[in-house]
């Protein structure tokens, strides 16, 4: 069970916008920031939006994040094949004093 | 451009130990925080520690903490993981990451390509 809470399924058109939602609480996403993660298969993590909604270099601007109280969002809009992937949400949890991360949600492009 | 490259990694009985390395370059190693992150088979990820710039302070999750070590040697550019008393449970893939402490909030930026660590009898 994870701390964080995301779907464990998403999927889209290419050319949609797929949206995925992390669940977390007061010590983590609610008092600090959230960052997405990208996971092709079989390959690393990579960052996407760090800081609720910043976007490293490189990162398309169709990837986005949002954070209202105890959950962020990640939305991608004109979704790609190459979208397809599983996405992780991560917080720093004050409670817990550590990172958290959610069980991660796989994206189809259908 | 930062590289991150693991090694270590290997078949290893429980209750044994290993020694995770990560390999650094493309930026100035003794200017960041470093972490160490695990992926078990088909499951998420898992934050196991972190170790800061200069002075080497460490954190560790509850998981890991008494059994695993981390520690950094900035003139070879290298964070490394000392794992002890080894259980099937800490079969994962392993990767080392860049740990980013901002003002406006901490990250991962960057991440090796990870290594196989696998405990079997």
């Known amino acids: 069970q994870s701390v964080l809470t995301q779907p464990p399924s998403a999927s889209g058109t290419p050319g949609q916008r797929a949206t995925i939602s992390c669940s977390g609480s007061s010590s983590n996403i609610g008092t600090l920031s959230v960052n997405w993660y990208q996971q092709l298969p079989g390959t690393a993590p990579k960052l996407v939006i760090y800081?609720?909604?910043q976007r490293p270099s490189g990162v398309p601007d169709r990837f986005s994040g949002s954070k209202s109280g105890t959950s962020a969002s990640l939305a991608i809009s004109g979704l790609q094949s190459e979208d397809e992937a599983d996405y992780y949400c991560a917080s720093w949890d004050d409670s817990l004093k550590g990172w958290v991360f959610g069980g991660g949600t796989k994206l189809t492009v259908l | 451009q930062v590289q991150l490259v693991e090694s270590g990694g290997a078949l290893v009985k429980p209750g044994g130990s290993l020694r995770l390395s990560c390999a650094a370059s493309?930026?100035?190693?003794?200017?960041?925080?470093m972490s160490w992150i695990r992926q078990a088979p088909g499951k998420g990820l898992e934050w196991l520690s972190y170790?800061?710039?200069?002075?080497?302070?460490?954190d560790y999750a509850d998981s890991v903490e008494g059994r695993f070590i981390i520690s950094r040697d900035n003139a070879k550019n290298s964070v490394f993981l000392q794992m002890n008393s080894l259980r099937a449970e800490d079969t994962a893939v392993y990767y080392c990451a860049r740990y980013m402490v901002a003002p406006t909030g901490p990250y991962f930026d960057y991440w090796g390509q990870g290594t196989l660590v696998t405990v079997s009898s």
């Open positions: 800081n609720n909604n």
């Open positions: 170790i800061s710039s200069s002075f080497g302070s460490t």
């Open positions: 493309g930026f100035t190693f003794s200017d960041y925080y």
